[in-house]
């Protein structure tokens, strides 16, 4: 199988192992909850976690693929505030994490292309 034709499974796994983190670590997550925001932030830890869940769900289905992938994209820019939340936040620490939260802010443009790349490949 080629990498074009794994490149949806591979996306809906890793959205999948997102989403399931959400769960698992939710402290994690909860504290990248930019404070603007309504509500608990357990609340949008759980949302964010069962949206991902969801995309990847659409992403692996051929038949909801090409809306599952423009959705996926969308989500990219919409969590995009948490992780410069969690850089600022993470600013003072140690340089490991300071360079895992500064480098998830650039990840997000190859995730959005990602998206949008199985979803203009997903047959209409």
């Given amino acids: 199988m080629s990498l074009r034709r794994l ?10 192992a997102a989403g399931v983190a959400h769960f698992r670590k939710p402290a994690l997550f909860d504290e990248t909850v930019p404070e603007w925001l309504p509500g608990q932030a357990r609340d949008w830890t759980r949302a964010s976690g069962a ?11 051929p038949a909801t693929r090409r809306v599952g992938g423009l959705a996926g994209a ?7 505030p948490a992780n410069v939340k969690m850089a600022l936040d993470w600013r003072t620490r140690g340089s490991r994490e300071k360079a895992l939260a500064y480098g998830r802010l650039p990840l997000q443009v190859p995730l959005v292309l990602w998206a949008l790349g199985v979803a203009k490949r997903a047959r209409a």
């Avoid at 490149?7 to 999948?16: N, V």
């Avoid at 949206?51 to 289905?61: D, I």
């Fill in 74 to 80: 969308a989500f990219f820019v919409a969590v995009f």
């Fill in 7 to 16: 490149s949806p499974y591979a996306l809906a796994a890793l959205l999948g």
């Fill in 51 to 61: 949206a991902e869940l969801a995309l990847a769900a659409a992403v692996a289905v």
